[in-house]
Nanobody
């Protein structure tokens, strides 16, 4: 069974930093693409960042570029700095078994596996 387990969410203040973690099950470790998405009520799931396996190239949404770092070892991390209220959302870890285009990797529908989400609330 493939599982992705997120952790690290919570209530933070505007301007704070947060690191989210995603622990893939053994079967998910071989996924070529690991990504983070986020979702607020009434809106579609939004791409945040992704990282490939080898090489570990990354890509970020414009909304987080410059204040966000995705990294991985056996766990996938999302470091978010200088948080604002617009970062409030449920954050989801996702995995994709195969490589595809950069554009496709920004689409939630192209991912094979999902975690249950971890909530981040930024208080101003």
């Amino acid at each position: 069974q493939v599982q992705l387990v997120e952790s690290g969410g919570g209530l933070v203040q505007a301007g704070d930093s947060l690191r989210l973690s995603c622990e893939p099950s053994e079967r998910a470790l071989s996924s070529v693409v690991m990504a983070w998405f986020r979702q607020v009520p009434g809106k579609e799931r939004e791409f945040v960042a992704r990282i490939l396996t080898n090489p570990a190239t990354t890509d970020y949404a414009d909304s987080v570029k410059g204040r966000c770092t995705i990294s991985r070892d056996n766990t996938v991390y999302l470091q978010l700095d200088n948080l604002t209220s617009e970062d409030t959302a449920v954050y989801y870890c996702a995995a994709r078994r195969t490589l595809t285009s950069s554009a496709e990797m920004k689409l939630a529908g192209s991912y094979d596996y999902w975690g249950q989400g971890t909530r981040v609330t930024v208080s101003s």
